[in-house]
């Protein structure tokens, strides 16, 4: 995939109704529910400058983000370390 600058493209998305895949159970979702449990997701892609440079190093960009699934609602927000969430 190319992407110049001001692109994006999207990886994956996440439905509210993906919760029930990830979960083991509707007790295991309750729990999450109720903050007692948490889903986090984490993810990395690799890329790299389509510049001829002398480098010709790869970019990584690194995120973790938890799941927050609530009774009306559902979303991600930012979290873990500075090292799951990085670039380079």
């Known amino acids: ?21 990830i979960v083991e159970s509707p007790e295991h979702l309750e729990r999450v529910m109720n903050w007692e449990e948490k889903i986090f997701l984490l993810g990395t892609v690799t890329y790299a400058d389509l510049r001829p440079s002398e480098e010709k190093q790869a970019h990584e960009t690194t995120w973790c983000c938890w799941y927050i699934h ?19």
């Open 1 to 21: 995939m190319i992407l110049v600058p001001g692109e994006s493209a999207v990886i994956k998305t996440v439905r509210r109704e993906d919760a029930d895949s």
């Open 70 to 88: 609530g009774r009306q609602r559902s979303g991600l927000t930012m979290a873990g370390s500075p090292e799951f969430n990085r670039h380079s």
